[in-house]
C-alpha cells in the first residue's frame, strides 16, 4: 500500500515531483498562500508554472490535472490538480483531487503534494484518495516490463498541522487498508479462494484482537444449515461458515472497555461468500463466466470492515459472519425442484439453482439473530443482475424494515462516495414467493426480481432491524473511477465503517 506521510512545508523538495492542489475561485486557479510551496516553485523557475498552467487553461475543477514538464528548481514535473469552487472545498473533492493525482506520480521515484493551506481533514482526505487509486493486484503477473510497474512508494503531503494529520490519518489507514483486504479477496481467481482458502484467511484477522470461528460441513449439518449446505453438494470444495467478532466495547477485544457495555448488543454484518458461481445446474451462459470469482464481494466487504475496525480500535461490539460456498453443477448438485429445509425450520423449493446466494444468507441470518440476539443485521450480497437493470453501477439497492437504520446507511454512502438507493419492500411483492409444495420458492419470477429477492430475505429476519444492499452493480468495476481503479471495489468497507463510527460507539 502506498505509505503516507505528513510533513511541514519547510522547503521544495529537491528532486521528483511536486503537487500543486488549487482550487476554482471565480473562474480562475485560486492564487497560493504567501510563502507557501507553490510560491516558492514559482520563485525558483521565474513564474514558469503559472504561465504554463495558463497556457494549459488549467482552472482548478474537481479533479482536473495539468502537468509542467522538468520546470527548474530540481523537480521532475509540477502537477496541479483541481479542488472544485473556493468556497465548497469538501472531504469529497480532496479525495477526488487525491485520486486524480496519483496517476499522474505514479511513475515518479518521490512526490511532494503542497496542502498546507489545507485544514488536516481534508489533507487526510486527499491522501486516501491517493491511497486507494493506488491500488494494484498483480501478484500473478510473472513478464511486467519494469516501466509498466508504478515506482511511487511514498508520498509526502505538506501541511500546516502534520501532527494532527497523522493523528487522524491513523484511523483512515486502518479502513483503507480494510479496503485493500476485501479488493484482495474479490480479485482472487476461484481456484485459489475457495471457501476453504477464504476462511484462512479470516483467521489472519486474529492478530488484530478478532476472534475467528469456522464451521465446517460436519458443524453445519448438526445446525441443520440445510439451505447452504444444499447450494455446496455439487462442488468438490466443501463449505464453511466464519463466524468473526471484534469486542472493542465490552472489553474481550483489544481497545475494548470492561462495564457496563458488555451487556449491550452487538452489531451484525453478514456476506454472501459465494467463492465461484456457475450457477449450478441452471448454469450460467459462458459469456462473461469469470467474473462470477466476485460473487463473494458481499464477504469480501465483511471481512474487510472487521479488518478496518479492529484496525483502528472501533470502541463497538460487532460480530461479522460470512457463508462461503461454490456453486457448481456436478451429479451431486442440488436439482431445480428440490427443497431444503433451512436452519429456521423453513422450507424452501429451489426452482432456479442460480439464485444461490439468497439460500445461504437464510441461514446466517436466522443464526445470526438467534446466537448473538444483535442490535441490528446488514447484510450485504451481490445477489441481482435485476439492480444492476434498476440502478446501473452507480448505486447499491438498499432495502429495510427499519427507517432510522436505513437513513443512516444511506447518509453514510453518501460521506463517503458508496451510495445507495432504498427500494421498496411490500407484501404484493412477497406473494410471487408462494409455493405449491413448500413455504416457499427462492425466485418470484422476472418482475421485480431484486426486490423479490430481499422479500425472501426478510423471511429470515425475524422482525429484527435489517438492512440489505443488494451490491452486483457496485462490487467490480469495469473502468477506473475516481478512487476506484479498475477491478475489484471494496464497496461497503468504508459505508459500514462511516456508519459505525458516527452512531454506534463511545
Known amino acids: 500500500m502506498l505509505e503516507i506521510v505528513f510533513v511541514k512545508p519547510d522547503a521544495l523538495p529537491r528532486s521528483g515531483a511536486l503537487v500543486l492542489p488549487l482550487a476554482e475561485a471565480e473562474g480562475a486557479a485560486a492564487a497560493p498562500p504567501p510563502g507557501g510551496l507553490r510560491q516558492r516553485a514559482e520563485e525558483a523557475t521565474g513564474g514558469a508554472i503559472g504561465r504554463a498552467l495558463e497556457a494549459a487553461a488549467f482552472k482548478g475543477r474537481k479533479g482536473q490535472t495539468a502537468t509542467v514538464w522538468a520546470p527548474g528548481a530540481g523537480l521532475s514535473r509540477v502537477v496541479a490538480v483541481g479542488l472544485g469552487k473556493a468556497a465548497e472545498l469538501s472531504a469529497e473533492a480532496a479525495e477526488a483531487a487525491g485520486a486524480a493525482l496519483q496517476p499522474a506520480v505514479a511513475n515518479e521515484a518521490e512526490a511532494v503534494v503542497a496542502a498546507e493551506h489545507l485544514p488536516p481533514a481534508l489533507a487526510v482526505a486527499l491522501a486516501m484518495g491517493a491511497v486507494l487509486r493506488a491500488y494494484r493486484f498483480d501478484r500473478y503477473r510473472t513478464k511486467e516490463q519494469e516501466e509498466d510497474k508504478p515506482k511511487l512508494r511514498r508520498l509526502a503531503i505538506a501541511t500546516a498541522d502534520p501532527d494532527a494529520a497523522r493523528a487522524a490519518w491513523a484511523g483512515q489507514e486502518a479502513v483503507a487498508k480494510g479496503v485493500y483486504l476485501a479488493r484482495d479477496l474479490v480479485s482472487e481467481p476461484g481456484n485459489v479462494l475457495t471457501p ?97 470469482k466476485w460473487d463473494m464481494a458481499g464477504a469480501g466487504a465483511v ?45 424452501i423449493e429451489v426452482i432456479n439453482t442460480d439464485a444461490e446466494g439468497r439460500l445461504v444468507l437464510a441461514d446466517l441470518l436466522w443464526y445470526c439473530q438467534e446466537k448473538y440476539e444483535p442490535r441490528f443485521m446488514v447484510d450485504l450480497a451481490t445477489l441481482t443482475g435485476a439492480i444492476i437493470i434498476s440502478l446501473g453501477h452507480e448505486h447499491a439497492g438498499l432495502f429495510s424494515n427499519d427507517d432510522e437504520l436505513a437513513q443512516r446507511i444511506l447518509a453514510a454512502g453518501k460521506a463517503v462516495g458508496e451510495n445507495c438507493w432504498r427500494m421498496p419492500l411490500g407484501e404484493a411483492y412477497d406473494k410471487q414467493l408462494k409455493s405449491d409444495i413448500a413455504d416457499m420458492k427462492n425466485v418470484g419470477g422476472r418482475p421485480a426480481g431484486s426486490i423479490t429477492a430481499a422479500q425472501f430475505l426478510q423471511r429470515f429476519v425475524n422482525g429484527k432491524p435489517w438492512a440489505h444492499l443488494d451490491i452486483a452493480g457496485t462490487a467490480w468495476a469495469s473502468k ?23 452512531h454506534y460507539e463511545g
Open 196 to 292: 476453504a482458502e477464504m476462511a484462512e484467511r479470516c483467521r489472519q484477522l486474529e492478530p488484530l484482537g478478532v476472534e475467528v470461528e469456522i464451521l465446517g460441513p460436519k458443524e453445519m449439518r448438526k445446525l441443520g444449515f440445510g439451505a447452504l449446505l444444499g447450494v455446496a453438494q455439487g462442488s468438490a470444495n466443501e463449505p464453511r461458515t466464519v463466524v468473526m467478532r471484534w469486542l472493542g466495547r465490552s472489553g474481550a477485544g483489544k481497545g475494548g472497555s470492561n462495564g457496563a457495555a458488555a451487556a449491550e448488543k452487538p452489531l451484525a454484518f453478514l456476506g454472501k461468500g459465494v467463492t465461484f458461481d456457475s450457477g449450478g445446474i441452471s448454469i450460467k451462459p459462458a459469456q462473461s463466466m469469470e467474473e462470477m
Open 303 to 347: 471481512v474487510g470492515l472487521m479488518a478496518a475496525l479492529a484496525g483502528r480500535k472501533a470502541r463497538a461490539d460487532v460480530v461479522g459472519l460470512v457463508g462461503l460456498v461454490e456453486n457448481m453443477p456436478s451429479g451431486t448438485a442440488q436439482r431445480p425442484g428440490d427443497v431444503v429445509r433451512s436452519y429456521s425450520g423453513q422450507t
Open 480 to 502: 477506473e473511477k475516481g478512487s476506484t481503479p479498475k477491478g475489484a471495489s471494496g464497496f461497503g468497507v468504508r459505508l459500514l465503517e462511516r456508519l459505525v463510527a458516527e
